[in-house]
């Protein structure tokens, strides 16, 4: 089965400073990762995906994510924080079941921005 | 595009009590999920429609949990007895047809307290 392992539970960093998440995951084929970004009161929104092709993904806000199958790893960045970034992240994968998928979250990183 | 409606947004209960979830995905989408998130963890994946098929339900306590999605469009969520362990924010999410390349659409969550 598959699983996802984000290391650090709370992370703060500066406003403009860069930011990293962590993310591993475990899973025998190759996967499709993603991830989620839950504020505050609300649902989770999707930053962004890999699937196949070019390891380095753009999403929205300004984030990207690369991945890299010999870390098992597929980290989230961002080269300048603002403000409005402070949220949970989750990292999750997709792992096939039969004839279903499933998506597996991570526990999540809390991210804080200070002023 | 209106989004995944959830309700009630809150709900508190005494132990042993039932309670239910309601939740109107998008319009036109195919498949339906239940997430709880425990606080401090990530979602974890409770049930999966197709319509009005169920294609998960291996991590839903069956003996006390239930859903249905009749006419493949709502669905509603019971927990008869509840017990203090099912506090948790219950989210609803749905996407078009269901492929693992898919981006999932989440409601704002239904806040759970168990006394």
């Known amino acids: 089965a598959q699983s996802v392992t984000q290391p650090d539970i709370h992370i703060t960093v500066s406003e403009g400073a860069s930011l990293e998440l962590r993310c591993n995951y475990s899973y025998g084929a190759t996967p499709y990762l993603f991830w989620y970004v839950q504020s505050p009161g609300q649902g989770l929104q999707l930053l962004l995906k890999?699937?196949?092709?070019?390891?380095l993904v753009q999403g929205i806000k300004g984030f990207e994510a690369e991945f890299k199958r010999s870390q098992s790893s597929f980290n989230l960045r961002k080269p300048s924080v603002h403000w409005s970034d402070a949220a949970e992240y989750f990292c999750?994968?997709?792992?096939?079941?039969?004839?279903?998928?499933?998506?597996?979250f991570g526990k999540g990183t809390l991210l804080t921005v200070n002023p | 595009e209106a989004g995944v409606a959830q309700s009630p947004r809150y709900k508190i209960i005494e132990k042993r009590q039932s309670v239910a979830f309601w939740c109107n995905p998008i319009s036109g989408h195919a498949t339906l999920y239940w997430y709880q998130q425990i606080l401090g963890q990530g979602p974890k994946l409770l049930i999966q429609f197709q319509n009005n098929g169920v294609v998960d339900d291996s991590q839903l306590p069956k003996d006390r949990f239930s859903a249905e999605r009749l006419k493949g469009v709502d669905s509603t969520l019971k927990i008869q007895p509840a017990k203090l362990e099912d506090s948790a924010v219950y989210l609803c999410?749905?996407?078009?047809?269901?492929?693992?390349?898919?981006?999932?659409?989440f409601g704002s969550g239904t806040q759970l307290s168990v006394l």
């Open positions: 999410a749905s996407s078009r047809t269901g492929n693992p390349n898919e981006k999932l659409f």
């Open positions: 890999y699937f196949s092709g070019d390891t």
């Open positions: 999750a994968v997709v792992g096939s079941g039969g004839s279903n998928y499933k998506l597996t």
